[in-house]
């Protein structure tokens, strides 16, 4: 009699199965939340509407260079900037 083996495919599946359970089991015992709070990384994701604003040359130019510093792009930068700003105690 022939014995009956996975195929590889099979057990990819089951390994990145394992993989991806381990991952989530890790994840629900760990409370990142502080860590994100402590990084100041953390974006709160709310609904938007679009606006629409004129900006110069010069301080588009400005924005898409802060942006490259930040990882964004200048739309991001500018709202980044714009709600730091206005959440500021002045």
């Known amino acids: 009699m ?3 083996s996975k195929t590889s495919s099979a057990l990819k599946v089951r390994n990145a199965t394992t ?6 089991r890790s994840f629900k015992t760990q409370d990142l ?6 990084a100041g990384t ?5 609904p ?3 606006t629409s604003i004129l900006l110069g040359d010069d301080l588009k ?3 898409r260079r802060r ?6 792009g200048y739309q991001t930068a500018a709202k980044m900037i714009l ?4 959440n500021a105690k002045l």
């Open 61 to 63: 130019e400005a924005l």
């Open 42 to 46: 953390g974006v709160v994701v709310r």
């Open 33 to 38: 939340g502080n860590d994100i709070a402590a």
């Open 83 to 86: 709600a730091k700003y206005v």
């Open 48 to 50: 938007q509407r679009a």
């Open 67 to 72: 942006g490259k510093q930040l990882g964004v």
């Open 2 to 4: 022939a014995q009956h």
């Open 19 to 24: 993989r991806r359970d381990s991952t989530l």
